[in-house]
């Protein structure tokens, strides 16, 4: 990471170092994504040019796109009032920024009130996930 990073100093990273990540369709305003960055994530994004998050799962810094080749090239990055969210405007390579092949990873909407509402699938799958990852 740049030591040099006077620009870091704003962010408001949790007790584990990180953010949330807002992607957004640069062109269209689509909220395609939530993820984690964390200071070397944030640092590698300005530095290339591409989305770079911090993958919980596997604790190790995840460049999007690195399996998929779906890469998130960023137009943008904003920094919410309190600090604590950033936003990335990308353009989003092949149009899918969802694992399970989709465009955007809310896809899933709520149908119904209260006790009979149900979770719907409601954009469609532009790519078997399976050929995506192999």
């Known amino acids: 990471m740049t030591q040099n990073s006077p620009w870091l100093d704003a962010i408001q990273f949790d007790d584990k ?3 949330p990540a807002i992607a957004q ?12 960055m964390n200071a070397e994530a944030l640092d590698e994004t300005v ?8 993958s919980r799962s596997r604790q190790r810094l995840w460049r999007k796109g690195e399996e998929s080749g779906h890469v ?3 137009h943008e990055i904003r920094l919410d009032c309190d600090g604590d969210v950033v936003l990335l405007k990308v353009k989003q390579e092949g149009n899918i920024a969802c694992h399970t ?3 955007s990873c809310f896809y899933r909407r709520l149908d119904g009130t209260s006790s009979k509402a149900t979770w719907a699938a409601v954009d469609p799958i532009l790519k078997d996930p ?4 192999k």
Do not use: N, P
Not at 25 to 35: C, Q, S
Not at 130 to 133: F, H, K, N, P, R
């Open 47 to 54: 530095a290339t040019g591409q989305a770079v998050y911090w």
């Open 72 to 74: 998130q090239v960023v």
């Open 101 to 103: 092949g989709r465009a």
């Open 17 to 19: 170092g990180l953010i």
């Open 25 to 36: 369709d640069a062109t269209t305003g689509k909220v395609l994504m939530v993820a984690w």
């Open 130 to 133: 399976e050929l995506i990852y």
